[in-house]
Structure formats: C-alpha cells, structure tokens
C-alpha cells in the first residue's frame, strides 16, 4: 500500500503547487497592464530578462487551468482506484472543485474563476456533444428514434410545465417566503431545470452498464431535448421580458411554432454540415494529413451557424456527428479515422473534467448563493416525482405500439437516471438580473440539484442496478443443465425472432437502406470504397491489424519471435479477455486447466500474476476437494464459454475507451461454424464434386505496404482459411484437403510463421452476394495479409465450381 | 401456379391457420408477407437456402438446428401452413389460457409443447432420449472453441448427472420436463411482440 500513500503525497504536493501558483496569479491578475513597449520612466539601464506577465496573461491563465483539470482527473482516477470506485469520476471531479476553489477563493476572497456560461457553451460544450454523436451506434439510434423523441419533447415539456406550476403553486401557498417572483419566472426556471443532461448522463452511465436499448433512450433523450430546453427557455424570457399582460394567443403560438422551426431547423443544418463534411473528405485523398481537421472544423461550425441563427445549436451539432459518421470513416484514410477518433476523445474527456471541476468551483462564491430552504427542497422533490411519474407514464404509452416493450425495471433506471448537469447551470448563469431579480437563488438552486443529481445519483446508481437485477433473478443457484437450457432458449428464440422478422425489417428500414444504397452512397462516399463497404470484412481487417499488433508484442515478451517456429507453442490465444470477476476462481481453474494444450496468453491475469500457483495447486488439491472444485470449474467455464445471446448487451459507449466489441469474435466463431456446417451440408448434397487439385504451395508474397490506406484493392479476392484450429471436434475434415470446398484453401504445415487463431477466421461470406475471397495468411505485416493471394493460381482451378454454389446459394 | 395471385392467402386458409395455432387474424397476414418476403423463388414455399439467407441465423449458434426444425421428416420445402405450425409453438401464452382447462387438442404453444419443441432441438435421431453424444453436439454449438473436448465432455457428464433421475445416462422428456420445472418455459419461449 506505500504505492497508494505514495500517490497522496504525490496529490497533496500537486495541490499545494497548485494553491501557491494560483495564490501569485490572481495577485497578480489585479496588475495594471502597461503596453510592453513602453518602458518606466525611471529606467537606468537596459533591462536584460522582464517579467511580462500582463502580456501573457490571458493564454496563460487558460493552460494552467487545463493543465489543473489534466491533474484533477489524473489524481481522481488514481484515487479511485485505491479508494473505492463508489463515487463516479464526475462527483470525485467536483469536490476537487470545491477544494480548488475554496483555495482560490481563500487567496483572493473572490472567485476570480468562475465558469462563465459563453466559455461553457462555446468552447466546453461542443466537443463533447461531438464525441457523442460521432460515436452514436446509428442503428439502434434510428430504431428508436420514435421512444427518444416522445421523452425528448414530451417528457421534457411535461417535467418544465409541472416543476414550474408546482413550484408556484407551493409559492402561492406561502411554502417559500417572500420572493419577488411570478408564474413566469417558475415557468422559466422550471424550463431549465428539466433537461436531461448528456455530459452527466455520458458520464454516470459510463460506470454502469445497462442493457443497449435502455442507454440509446436515456442517451438520445438527453441530447434530443436540447431543442426543446432552448425553445422553452427562450419563449419563457421572452414572456418575462414581454411582462404578463401582453401574453396572448397569438404569441403562445408563436412560441409553439418556434419550436418548430428551431427543433427542425438545427437537425436540417446538422445534415447539411454533415453532407458538407462529407463532400469534404470525398475529395481529400491528396491532403490526408489535415483531412481529420475537417471534422472538427464542420462540426464546430454546424454549431455556431446553428447558434448564430437561433436554432438549437446542439441538435445540430448532433445530427452533423450522427448523419456523417459512416461516409467520413469509409472516405478517410485509416490514419486519419484513428487520429479524429483518438483526439475527440481528449478533447472529450477535457471538456467533461473542465466542466465538472468549474462546477465545483463556481460554487465557492458568497455572492451567488441564497439559501431558500423551501426552494430548494421542493424543486428537488418535484423534479424528482415527476421524472418518475412522466417516465412512466410516455412508456406505458409507448408500450402500445412498440415492437419490444420497455420493461418495468429499464423505466425505473430511466427515471433515476434523468440527471442534470451542466447546461441547466449555464442557462441559469445566462438570466439576465434585471428581468429575473431572483437570478441567485435559481443559480443557487440549479448547484445543488446538479450536485444531488451528478453526487449522489450518481453514487446510487450502480448499486441500483445490481440491487433490482439481483431481485429478480433467481436466489438459488441454477445447475448446469439450467444454465445451458437458459442460453440454448436464449438462443432459440433470438433465431425465431429473425425468422419472424424483427424490429427494423419493415418496409421503411429497407426502403431507406434501398435508398441510401443508391443515390447517397454515390455521391457522398469515395467510389473505391463504395465496393469495398462490407461490414463484416471491416471487422475482419480491424481483427486482423490487432492480431499482428499482439503477435509481435507476445512475441517480444516470449523473449523472441522463435517461439512461434514450434508447432506446439503456436497456439496464442488472442480470444476472450475473462472478466476480473474470475481472476480469484482462476487459480482452482488453472491447475485442472494446465493438461490441457492451452495458448500462452490463455488467461491472461493469473498466468501473469499467479504464474507459479498452477503446478503447486495441482498437488495440492486433495482427491476430496476434487469434486466441489471440478464442480465450480464446469460452472464457471460454461459461464465464461457459452457464446452470449442477442439480449446481452453487446453495444457499449464510452468516453474513455472504445475498442472492437468483444462479442465480435464470438460472431465470427459462430458465423465461420454455422458456414461450414452448411458447406459440409451442401456437400453431401452434391455428392462428389470436389476441386480434384490440392493447393499445397503457396508461396507468401512478400508484399509492402500495397495498401497504404487500408482498403483492399479491387475485389476479386479470394479468401481461405488455415488449418490449425486445434479442435478437430467440429471440424471433421481438415485433414483430408481433397475435400476442401471451393474457397478453402489447404496451407503447408511446415509455415515458417504459424498463422495466428484469430486471423484464421475465415472471412465472413455474406449470403445473399457470393464474392471470390482471397487465401488469407498473415505475413508479418498484418495489413497486407489480404493481398496474399495467388489469384490466378486459384481462380482457375475453381472456376467451375463457385459457379454452381452461386445459383444454389 | 407461379404467379403471386395463387400465393395470396385466402380468408378459409387464415381461418384454418387461426384454428390451428392460434393466432390472430392480422399476426397471420404479418407473418404471411414475412413468409412471401422471404420467399425469393416465389413458389410459395421455403427452403433451407431462404431460411440461410437471413443474415442473423448465420451467427446464432443454433440457427441451423432451428431452420431443421421447419422442415419436416425429410422433406426440403414448407408451406405457409407448416411455417406457422412451428412459428405457433413461440405464440405468447395468453393469461386466460394458462388456467383454462385443457381441451381435448393441446395448443400447440402450451408449455409442454414448447419445451418438447425444444427436446427435439437436442434430440436428433428422435429416439426420445438425449444421449450424451446429442448433449456434447449442442453443447460443443453453443460454447466457444477455446473449451477442449474433455471439459467439455465432463460438462455434459456433469449435466446428464444432474438431470438423469432413472440412471441411464440419458435425458428423457419426462426427466427433460422435471429439471426445467422452475424455469419460466412460457416466457422464455414466447416471440415478445406477438401480442
């Protein structure tokens, strides 16, 4: 534990550091600026070295207060770690606030840093709602799009209308004091305390892990209801401004139409910056280097057209980031993908501890706080109730026509999970005092319930989680054949369901798939890529480059590339990385495991850290405790083999990381099985017809970098798979390649390099387009391995027989 | 016989179809153009190659087995009738149903249908019994490669065990019905919006 104590002190120097700097700094930002050119009148000799602090200032003060931030989340993430991970980073975030800015604040006895709403909503904002929309799984977005926009803009409406009209009412009822306040200004308040808020969502929900459909509806609706804040808000100040009597019909109206026009009107210029953007990177193959700036660049500019014109500056931003994902990833280099990838994640994650680390300090300021128990308590309660009371009033209706119900316990996490976070903090910052003389206490109010929500919530939140799903489930331990009948029903009915038909095969998704198919992708997309725009060989590739990247780093830690000379050894196993939960089973495991030819990075915790355990715990286990050992050990490799079925999450979006989806290699295990099991079917149907050649030499070509932007060249490609797979359980004929189908390929066993497990996946054949797949062999630069083909040598010999398998399939 | 006329259903077929399975008049047309969708040669019945070409049974370990269980002994076509039957066994169990007394027919998605739907799922060679190489093939389907054949031979040992009451180191339906009676059969084999 001395690391842990090391790392506080580390912490309390950091601080201390931080507190004298930021002591001489605000001293000094009280300096009378002198033009640097103009020298003292009482100067003697030439100055060698000044100090220019006025000249630097502005800049200065903004990197040290990024630089602070940087140091904030460094030491949270450390702390968290160490101390529990309870608290989410964002509550940690703002406590260093409140200590920086009690520090701040006890140096200069005002808070000279505050975090100002037009540095908040233009320069801290957009990044994140970026990132998000960027990162956006489309498809599950679209499907459901409808249940977001319902809890968008009714549910926001509802929670504004009656956290406003409650709190005046208990106002009226005497329940607050004397406030010099009307219904308006309730109404206002309660417009902008009712948004949901993406950056508190993003990050709460980051730490806990719910199911896709029910983060895509919590997510969507955060950023959807921006519209709708930014509607209410407006129109609410407006009427303030305006004053009660002159409220008529005509203006309600107007105010309704608004909506309408800045809702619809922010989304369209989102797609229009967004096809933009696309044009864009059509034409950028010759300046790759910059070509991820132009993400950024549009993006940021959809938002300040968006805000210029006084439409919702967020829906824009977030359509842009939704609308051009998918054509600026396949136009742009892989480089360049990785890079805007990579830098909106920094400039994320950022914002988001800017954002939260100024929450906390702009609360250490006498000025702005008016403690109003009354308010306060209220506001909390009724924003609260009726979070919960509209949740599940718009699911139950929704219920009706959706094609797969919300459940109870989703609603209830939805309903917890309505946080509010910065941009109610920034609407409050931007009353303006005069018209609003309780701008203070609304300020004041807004804090708090941003710190209950983000805190507190926030804190609950997780246990919640796994508090109601514990409930349900089972209390007693399901056996055996009760798991694998759980998952093989699982299974079962996943299939029946697309068999059926499910959510999102109706005419509309493929009409617009037709659609987007021919005219869009046309225009927006680089023609290359256009041919090349198989998902599942995308995957494939992504796999294939990760493959080589662990390959040489395995290697490099077995010492040297040798050990892969050896058949035996060449069994790196690049698969399932087992969840730390097992990290204490594993070391019972492994020493029944260690018979068995298993890779060397099997599992990678234990054989790292318990290297030595395995040998010792095989002997030690006594013949008595064998049973209940191997009993836990069936149990818990089931648990950890069973491929997962539809209905566990297999989306995940997260600020700090993103990674291919584990699941993707079950589906590849799966896909390669479920096609060959069929092949053998198709087979034996056709009796006897098998390539009469056996493809035994082919030579590696030593290809550099053909590729250099990732994609493969032209598409007559034929792709076959490696031997090796060490089960010969399900793969009964691997043996004999005489019987190899058309587009399996027989590799030399005495392969200087034994191609990797994961790379030996055959590439995924989609059904319904049979294309020609090129032999896949991994050289050691990975990213050329497509382009090993023989073609010619291949093409020939099988040139009969893939046509044939084209009609029948 | 090709055209699409003839392959329109008829009110007395929906009629039947309803009797038979229980489902609703508009679920039935639903599943109709579901059914017509997926026929590609538009002869108004699928084969094995329609149910392959839907991309998601390619990735669902059991989905080869669940296409075999459409067809039935031997035959390589289904019909709209035989489409449903199967697609019956999956209908929602309706709260009004479950306490009814049963009628002299069982419906077809009661839950010992469903979960003799299931039993035959495993039970290739239609001999009533699970053997312990019917087990390993399932089990070896739905398990990633990285299990070797012997664990995965004691996991099937170990399951049989759990489940064999007469000793025969088989898993018949009764035994098959005993192990799985506090699991929500009904639910966990119900299409969820089919309501």
Known sequence: ?809 | MGSRASSLLREEDIEEIKKETGFSHSQITRLYSRFHSLDKGENGALSREDFQRIPELAINPLGDRIINAFFPEGEDQVNFRGFMRTLAHFRPVEDNEKNKVLTPGEPLNSRINKLLFAFRLYDLDRDDKISREELLQVLRMMVGVNISDEQLGSIADRTIQEADTNGDMCISFNEFTKVLEKVDVEQKMSIRFLH
């Open chain 1, 1 to 809: 534990m001395s690391n842990s104590t090391y790392l506080c002190l580390r912490a309390v120097f950091l601080v201390c550091f931080i507190h004298l700097l930021i002591q001489g700094l605000s001293a000094d930002a009280n300096v009378v600026q002198s033009p640097r050119n103009r020298l003292e009148p009482n100067l003697t000799g030439l100055p060698i070295v000044t100090f220019e602090w006025h000249h630097v200032q502005t800049p200065y003060l903004v990197i040290i207060w990024i630089f602070v931030a940087a140091l904030a989340k460094l030491s949270v993430i450390e702390l968290n770690h160490h101390v529990t991970s309870v608290i989410p980073e964002s509550g940690m975030l703002i406590i260093v606030g409140f200590i920086l800015g009690g520090m701040v604040w006890g140096a200069d006895k005002a808070q000279t840093f505050k975090l100002l709403p037009t540095t908040f909503f233009f320069y801290l904002l957009p990044q994140i709602i970026l990132d998000a929309s960027y990162f956006m799984p489309n498809k599950l977005f679209f499907s459901n799009l409808g249940a977001i926009l319902i809890y968008a803009i009714f549910g926001t409406c509802w929670n504004a209308a009656t956290v406003g009209l409650s709190l005046w009412g208990c106002y009226e009822a005497g329940a607050m004091g004397n406030l010099d306040i009307g219904l308006l200004q309730f109404l206002l308040f309660g417009s902008l305390i009712s948004a949901v808020d993406p950056v508190a969502v993003i990050a709460v929900f980051e730490e806990v892990h719910v199911n896709e459909v029910l983060f895509i509806l919590v997510f969507g609706e955060s950023l959807l209801n921006d519209g709708v804040t930014v509607v209410l808000y407006n129109v609410f100040d407006a009427f303030v401004a305006l004053g009660g009597p002159r409220i008529d019909a005509t203006e309600i109206f107007k105010g309704i139409f608004s909506f309408v026009v800045v809702a619809f009107g922010g989304s369209f210029l989102g797609v229009v910056f967004a096809i933009l953007l696309s044009l864009l990177t059509r034409c950028t193959k010759h300046i790759q280097i910059i070509e991820a700036g132009f993400v950024f660049v549009m993006g940021y500019l959809a938002y300040l057209t968006a805000e210029m014109l006084s439409l919702s500056a967020i829906l824009s931003i977030t359509f842009c980031g939704v609308c051009c994902q998918k054509y600026v990833n396949s136009n742009m280099d892989e480089k360049s993908v990785t890079t805007v990838r990579h830098a909106m994640k920094v400039l994320a994650n950022g914002s988001e501890t800017m954002i939260f680390l100024f929450l906390g300090i702009t609360a250490i300021d006498t000025e702005i706080w008016v403690w109003n128990t009354g308010f306060i308590l209220l506001t909390l309660l009724f924003m609260f109730i009726y979070r919960i009371i509209g949740v599940f009033l718009f699911t139950w209706m929704l219920n009706k026509f959706r094609l797969v119900p919300i459940e109870v316990i989703d609603q209830v996490v939805m309903s917890y999970g309505g946080l509010r976070g910065a941009v109610a903090y920034g609407l409050a910052a931007m009353l303006d005092k005069e018209k609003i003389p309780e701008k203070n206490l609304m300020i004041s109010t807004t804090l708090i319930v941003v710190y209950f929500t983000v805190i507190i919530q926030g804190i609950t939140m997780k246990p919640l989680v796994q508090w109601l799903k514990v409930k349900r489930a089972a209390h007693s331990d399901l056996k055996l054949v009760e798991k694998v009948n759980n998952r093989a029903f699982d299974h079962i009915l996943a299939a029946v369901e697309d068999i059926c038909g499910r959510i999102g095969d109706n005419w509309w998704t493929r009409g617009w798939n037709r659609f987007e198919e021919k005219y869009i992708c046309r225009i927006l997309m680089k023609p290359k890529v256009r041919k090349n725009k198989d998902y599942l060989f995308n995957i494939f590739h992504k796999l294939n480059l990760e493959d080589a990247m662990n390959y040489v780093s395995e290697g490099e830690r077995q010492g040297s590339l040798a050990f892969i000379r050896s058949d035996e050894a060449a069994n790196i196993d690049f698969k399932k990385q087992y969840d730390s939960e097992f990290a204490d089973v594993m070391p019972d495991i492994m020493g029944d495991m260690s018979n068995y030819e298993f890779g060397i990075e099997n599992v990678s915790i234990t054989s790292i850290v318990k290297d030595t355990i395995p040998s010792i715990s095989r002997d030690i286990h006594g013949q008595d405790r064998k049973n209940a050992v191997d009993d836990i050990n069936a149990h818990h490799l089931l648990q950890q083999h069973l491929y997962r079925s539809r209905k566990h999450h297999r989306h995940k979006y997260s600020r700090s990381h993103f990674g291919i989806n584990q699941s993707e290699y079950e589906v590849q295990e799966i896909f390669q099985r479920t096609m060959r099991s069929r092949l053998e079917s198709f087979k034996s149907a056709k009796m006897g017809v098998n390539p009469a050649k056996k493809i035994t030499k082919h030579h590696k070509k030593d290809l550099t970098h053909q590729m250099s932007n990732g994609h493969p060249e032209g598409k007559d490609h034929l792709y076959g798979d490696e031997a090796g797979i060490e089960n010969p359980a399900f793969m009964p004929d691997m043996e004999s390649p005489t019987h190899s189908p058309p587009w399996l390929m027989e590799t030399e066993m005495d392969m200087a390099v034994a191609p990797s497990q994961r790379a030996q996946r055959r590439l995924p054949w989609t059904p319904n387009r049979m294309r020609r797949l090129a032999p896949m062999r991994i050289s050691t630069c990975s990213t050329d391995s497509f382009l090993m083909a023989d073609v010619s040598l291949t093409l020939e010999e099988h040139e009969e027989q893939p046509q044939g398998d084209n009609e029948e399939m």
